[in-house]
């Protein structure tokens, strides 16, 4: 078996401008200064309160769950005017249709929602491709492997059969914790250099060379 688990924003999907979008409404609800777009940024991957930890380290978890819903109401809000944009990074479905057409089995392991994941998967007419999708909505936050497992679990497939696919340490690592292969991608929020320093055997450009390093 081969089993390809993606991670979503940053490497199927470029959603960065509608996230730092909200989690600054998110911030400006509690009268509090937005952190810089690249530190928001950052912390894409992680779970919402697990983020917000990170992008306000004195706050309560009191004060990271009600930031977290402050920020998917914007989310939602946005949704709802027609302001989210999730485009796929260019060659992404080309590389997952081939992937998909050699016999490989995906699945995604993400930070976000099961409704967003299902939203965006459904927008790009890709959601078909899937046998598993994991969220933070019933997993700990990455670099928890939970995950991972239960995409494990769910797709029928050992660890020496997979290979996490993200653009972030936190994915790297998760693989790592759950005993599989990572490779990162480039055109994500983390520098190659720390996914490699987090356990990548790979670091690829673009999706064309993702495709031909897992089919070689």
């Excluded at 200064?33 to 306000?56: D, K, W």
């Excluded at 459904?122 to 492997?145: C, E, M, W, Y």
């Excluded at 520098?191 to 390093?213: C, D, N």
Aim: hydrophobic letters at 40%; charged letters at 20%.
């Amino acid at each position: 078996m081969k089993f390809a688990v993606f991670d979503c924003d940053g490497t199927l999907i470029d959603g960065q401008a509608s996230i730092c979008e909200a989690m600054e409404i998110a911030f400006g609800a509690f009268d509090l200064p937005a952190p810089p777009r690249g530190q928001i940024r950052r912390a894409v991957g992680l779970s919402l309160p697990r983020a917000i930890r990170e992008l306000l380290p004195d706050s309560t978890e009191e004060q990271q769950h009600a930031m977290a819903d402050a920020y998917k109401e914007a989310f939602r809000t946005a949704r709802t005017q027609g302001r989210v944009s999730q485009p796929l990074f260019a060659g992404i479905e080309d590389t997952l249709r081939a992937l998909h057409g050699a016999g490989w089995t995906l699945g995604v392991a993400t930070g976000m929602s099961d409704r967003g994941l299902a939203h965006c998967l459904a927008n790009n007419g890709i959601a078909d491709l899937f046998v598993t999708l994991q969220t933070a909505d019933r997993h700990p936050s990455k670099p928890h492997p939970a995950m991972l497992e239960e995409a494990l679990f769910e797709a029928g497939a050992l660890p020496e059969e997979t290979v996490m696919i993200g653009d972030t340490a936190y994915d790297m690592q998760m693989a790592q914790n759950a005993g599989t292969r990572a490779v990162g991608v480039d055109w994500g929020y983390h520098h190659p250099q720390e996914l490699t320093a987090a356990g990548a055997e790979k670091v690829v450009e673009t999706p064309a060379e993702l495709l031909e390093y897992l089919q070689a």
